[in-house]
Structure formats: structure tokens, C-alpha cells
């Protein structure tokens, strides 16, 4: 039992990382270092180095990653950068301990019984015990208290809602969510279980899933103005402007309003078009609370830096220093990148991009090459070209849906807007409905086609979903670019719908993707070499549906050609579309609709064309994406 608990070993290993990170031979504390390797990548392998023949038990671990931040903090080493460290040393030890059975992680089965026969006061002992480490900030060892305790008592709802607090504290989202949805289950009545799941959800990007345990929170506490501004939050990314609205104004209405909710209904005074009103809540939010990181991220992305913004970079780089939250940081990284980008210090705003997606890569799923590779060829072998020119009984004669399809920050939402500027048309926004009909029905991806019933419902279930979206319009805009990937499914349904493929460089369109923060269900667009195979496997999609369907059925359009010839390529596509002219279409900067994709605020300028070559700007930082030319 004492070697169990004997950190020695431990403790010695976070004194010689620590060290090595601050001595001579250490790593840059920013950026890349040297042959291009980042820094989180150069320290985890120093981690493996030190730890990897040590077989640490689950309170070494701990140990370990205390005793490294605190030696840390001794030697003066930057407060933002000893938390990022500890953050990727906690996720790289929880990684090697994952591959360590229960059996050999405690000292054998006398403390595994021992584990089993806790009482009711011991396990309310060690609860408290858990709940102090976390309030000293002592969140690693809060963790590891956590789970033993749920180890003796694997339906304790409370340790199950406070470990998933704790693994949050660390970034650790997708785990915490585990953990409050265990809490939910364990204990429906559970609100504040509830509230944080909906919450972690809404962070991640699954803002469908997320509505339910939120409305559950409102129904209950009817004037929490939490609950009002994280509803009202997820209302707005779903598509549900008026709603998210009202929530919004309840909770900026009440005289103990937190700055959230001012920042929550500036954002949605963004993404509806109204930039004035937005930076006006923006500002007011940093002058009420100065750290508050959401704030000076809004106002970092709805306005063009200057190098006079000196006050915007100094306020954000003291709200992300002073932030404990791994998406505040996220985010925050993010928009210091823009302004470096905007000002043209492009070596600083590469630098502050990498460090955000190397932050955000641990809350997504990898991104599996060889998988999407397979599932690309399977649909490419499915639907042939004979197997799309059949006769599809139940299929739909509606020419109502449009399809905009491309790369993600390939100018999809500029071609969407334009569109939706014209009186008998509207947009729709990104639509989850292809993709959610193959995760209902994955062999339709390539196994085999819908059939006669199958094609009828989903006709039926899809012209729903865009009539409610924009009733009685003539064509509806689904801007899902992932539809690439469902054509065959799309056209077996809607023979007569129109396909709009908006291509751009592919270097610019994958930097641009790698400067965005995209929910982590995007997991694709947080390294270049993944960037660089997404790209490869959609042009081999988009090559092969052009050889199998029509020629009148895609219309190609070059974002470089329309920046050159705004109404030359608006008029072929309101042509292309069965539309009359319209100069509202050329306007399409003021049109006021809600906009949730990452270009709310480009498609509210006049077209640019200073985004065009935009890489050359960082080829030497490109790497991968330089073989795509």
C-alpha cells in the first residue's frame, strides 16, 4: 500500500521536465521550434521521455502534474503558459495511464476491496475531501478523488456532476459531458447536472443536443439568468433567432444581469447583420468586466484591426491570461491571431493560430484519414452513373432545395447570401438533415441507395424542414458544405434540385480553415496535413460527380472568378437557377438575416478581394498545403 502511494519517482520526473522546459536547452516559450515542430508537440515527447517506463499509478499521476505546475510557477515561468503545459502533461499522462488496467493502477486486490467495502461515511468523507481539492484548484488530484470515489459508489450522481466539473477545468470536455450525462440519468431531477450537460454540449458544437437538458433548467427556474442566456445561446445556433431573442432580453432585463448575457445578445445582434448594436453590448461588456475573454473576442471579430488597436490586444491578452476556461483561451488565441493577420504580422498570427488549434485538438475526435478515405470510396463505387440516371420511383420532382457545396471557407456563405438577397429565394443555413439521415442509415452512404419508401419520406421530411425554414420561397439554400459527401443520397431524392460548388485556391481555402474556430465536430481543420487529405478526398468526390451526372446539373463556381465579376457570376447564377434578375442580388451586404456560419461579418461587406493569394502571406509556415497546387 505504500509503494502505491510513494510519489517519489513522481515527484523527480516533474522536477526534471520542469527544469529541462526552463533551462538552456529549452524549447521557445511561443510558437514553433526548431525543424518546425510545435512546442506542445517537443514537450509531450519530453513527457513520454520522462514518464513512459515509469508506470505511475493514478495519484502519482496527479502528483506528478501538481508538483510540475508548482516548480513551474517557482521559477517565474508565465502563468499562460504554465497552465497550457499542465493542461497537455494531465491529457498526455491520462493517456499513458488509459492503457493501464484497474488491476495494476491500484496496489493489487487488498486496496481494491478496500475500495469496495467504503461505508456510507467514507464515501461522504472522501466526496468532501474531492470537493476542497477542486475549490483550492488542486483540479488533477480533485479528479483522481473523483474517481476512486466512483469507483466504490459507481451511481454517486454528485461525484459524476463534480468530476465532470473538474474535467472541464481541464478542457476535457467530451469526458465531463459522460460524467453530467451519468448525473442526469442517475438523478433526472438534477438540475444543475442537467445545466452543465447542456452547457459542455453547447461548447462543443452539438447545439441540437444540447437544447433539451437546457429547456429542462428554464422550465424549472424560470428566472435563472443562466439558464435564460445558455438557452438563448443555443436557440440562436439553432437557427431560432425571435426565440433566442426573447430569452436574451429576460436576462439583460434583470438588474443582477451578468455580463454573459449582454455578450450572449451581442453575438446575436452579430450574426443578424446589426454590427453597430453589436459592438456597442461588445464594448459595454469589457468596460463592466475587463477579463471578460468572449467580449474582446466579440469585438475582435466584427471589426478590421488596425495597428491603433493596441488597447483591444492589450485588454485580450489579460482576460486569456486571467481565464480558467479552456474555450475562453481557445477563442482568445484565435482573435489575437486575426488582429496580428489584420495589422500583417503574419509570423505573430501564425503563432497565436497554431496555439489554438493545438489547444483545441485534444476536445475533438481525431480526424482518421484511412476512414474518411474508405468511406469516400465506398460512395463513389455505390452511386455509379447508371445506378443515378434509373428511374427512382417516390424520388421528388420539387426544385425548391438548392445545394451549396464546397470546402469549409471556400466562400459558400457569400454565394448563400447572395441568393438568399433575391425576393423568391432564402436561406436555410447549414442543414444537419443529410448528414443525420446517414448516421440514422449509414448504408445508404455505400452500401446501397434509399429505396421507394425511403426516397419518399425523406422528400416529404426534407421539404418540411426548408418550408419552415423560409415558407414560400421558390428556392431554399442549404449551405451544409459536408453535402459533398451526400449527393448520391440528395440526388436519388431531388433529381430536379440545383447543385451550386463553390471552389476556391485550395491553399487559401484550407489557411482560412485553419484560422477559424470551428466547433471540434470540424476535426478536420486543426492540423495542415489533415487540411490538406480533406481537400484531396472532396476534390475526388466533386471529380467523380461530375462525371456521373449531368452536365447541366453542377454549376462551378470560382470564388476568384466572382470576386473579379460580382454580376457577371451572380447573373449565370440566378440563370442557373430559374431566378429572375434582380439587383438586390449585387446588395446582398445588406440584407439583414441571421448568420451563424464563421463569415457573419464578411458577408456584411462589400466583396473584397484582398482574401484572394491571401497564403502567400505564410508559405513558409504551409508546409502539407503547399503540395496541393
Not at 126 to 137: F, I, M, S, T
Not at 179 to 203: C, E, I, M
Not at 273 to 285: D, I, K, L, V
Not at 602 to 629: A, D, E, M, T
Request: hydrophobic share 45%; net charge neutral; charged share 25%.
Amino acid at each position: 500500500m505504500f509503494g502505491f502511494l510513494d510519489a517519489t519517482q513522481a515527484t523527480a520526473a516533474a522536477v526534471a521536465l520542469a527544469d529541462g522546459f526552463v533551462g538552456p536547452a529549452a524549447p521557445p516559450a511561443r510558437g514553433r521550434s526548431r525543424g518546425g515542430e510545435s512546442l506542445l508537440q517537443r514537450f509531450t515527447g519530453q513527457v513520454d521521455q520522462h514518464t513512459r517506463s515509469l508506470k505511475l499509478n493514478f495519484l502519482q499521476r496527479a502528483r506528478l502534474a501538481n508538483t510540475f505546475k508548482w516548480r513551474l510557477r517557482e521559477k517565474g515561468v508565465d502563468g499562460e503558459v504554465i497552465e497550457e503545459l499542465t493542461r497537455a502533461l494531465v491529457l498526455r499522462l491520462a493517456g499513458q495511464g488509459a492503457a493501464v488496467s484497474p488491476s495494476t493502477d491500484m496496489p493489487g486486490a487488498q486496496s481494491g476491496a478496500a475500495v469496495q467495502c467504503m461505508g456510507p461515511q467514507d464515501i461522504a468523507a472522501l466526496l468532501v475531501r474531492a470537493d476542497g481539492l477542486l475549490k483550492e484548484n488542486d483540479v488533477a488530484d480533485a479528479v483522481v478523488a473523483y474517481q476512486e470515489l466512483l469507483r466504490a459508489d459507481p451511481r454517486h450522481a454528485i461525484a459524476h456532476n463534480n468530476l465532470g466539473g473538474a474535467l472541464t477545468r481541464l478542457g476535457r470536455y467530451r469526458e465531463a459531458a459522460e460524467h453530467f450525462r451519468s448525473a442526469t440519468q442517475l438523478k433526472p431531477s438534477y438540475l444543475d447536472a442537467h445545466a452543465n450537460l447542456g452547457t459542455v454540449l453547447g461548447w462543443l458544437g452539438e447545439w441540437h443536443e444540447a437544447e433539451a437538458p437546457l429547456r429542462k433548467v428554464l422550465k424549472a427556474r424560470p428566472r435563472s439568468i443562466a439558464a435564460l442566456v445558455n438557452l438563448g445561446s443555443v436557440l440562436m445556433q439553432n437557427g431560432r433567432p425571435q426565440e433566442a431573442r426573447e430569452l436574451l432580453g429576460r436576462a439583460t432585463a434583470e438588474k443582477a444581469a451578468p455580463v454573459e448575457a449582454l455578450v450572449a445578445l451581442a453575438r446575436l445582434e452579430a450574426r443578424e447583420g446589426r454590427m453597430e448594436e453589436a459592438q456597442a453590448a461588445f464594448r459595454e461588456a469589457t468596460e463592466r468586466e475587463p477579463l471578460c475573454c468572449s467580449a474582446w473576442v466579440g469585438l475582435g471579430r466584427i471589426n478590421r484591426m488596425t495597428p491603433q488597436d493596441t488597447r483591444w490586444l492589450a485588454g485580450a491578452r489579460r482576460a486569456a491570461v486571467e481565464s480558467a476556461s479552456t474555450i475562453d483561451r481557445i477563442l482568445m488565441h484565435f482573435a489575437v491571431g486575426k488582429y496580428h493577420d489584420d495589422v500583417g504580422d503574419f509570423d505573430a498570427a501564425f503563432r497565436s493560430f497554431t496555439r489554438a488549434n493545438e489547444l483545441q485538438r485534444p476536445l475533438a475526435v481525431p480526424y482518421d484519414r484511412a476512414a474518411h478515405a474508405r468511406e469516400v470510396g465506398a460512395t463513389l463505387r455505390l452511386y455509379t452513373r447508371e445506378q443515378l440516371a434509373a428511374a427512382a420511383a417516390g424520388a421528388s420532382d420539387s426544385a425548391q432545395p438548392v445545394f451549396v457545396i464546397g470546402m469549409p471557407r471556400s466562400g459558400t456563405s457569400l454565394i448563400e447570401q447572395i441568393i438568399a438577397s433575391h425576393p423568391q429565394a432564402a436561406g436555410a443555413g447549414e442543414l444537419s438533415f443529410w448528414a443525420d439521415i446517414i448516421a440514422r442509415h449509414p448504408r445508404l452512404a455505400g452500401e446501397e441507395p434509399p429505396d421507394e419508401p425511403l426516397r419518399r419520406t425523406l422528400a416529404q421530411d426534407y421539404l418540411e424542414v426548408v418550408s419552415s425554414a423560409a415558407a414560400g420561397a421558390e428556392r431554399v439554400v442549404d449551405k451544409a458544405t459536408n453535402n459533398a459527401e451526400h449527393l448520391g443520397v440528395i440526388r436519388s431524392v431531388f433529381p430536379n434540385a440545383r447543385i451550386i460548388h463553390v471552389r476556391r485556391d485550395p491553399i487559401d481555402t484550407c489557411l482560412s480553415a485553419y484560422f477559424q474556430p470551428f466547433p471540434p465536430s470540424v476535426n478536420f481543420a486543426m492540423d495542415l496535413e489533415d487540411l490538406a487529405h480533406y481537400q484531396r478526398q472532396h476534390d475526388r468526390l466533386m471529380a467523380h460527380w461530375r462525371s456521373v451526372l449531368p452536365r447541366d446539373a453542377i454549376l462551378e463556381v470560382r470564388y476568384e472568378d466572382l470576386v473579379a465579376d460580382q454580376e457577371e457570376w451572380t447573373r449565370r447564377m440566378m440563370a442557373f437557377l430559374g431566378l429572375p434578375w434582380n439587383e438586390r442580388t449585387l446588395d446582398f451586404h445588406t440584407t439583414s438575416r441571421l448568420v451563424l456560419t464563421a463569415s457573419f461579418w464578411q458577408v456584411r461587406q462589400r466583396i473584397y478581394s484582398r482574401s484572394v493569394g491571401r497564403w502567400q502571406h505564410y508559405r513558409k509556415h504551409l508546409g502539407p498545403l503547399l503540395k496541393l497546387r
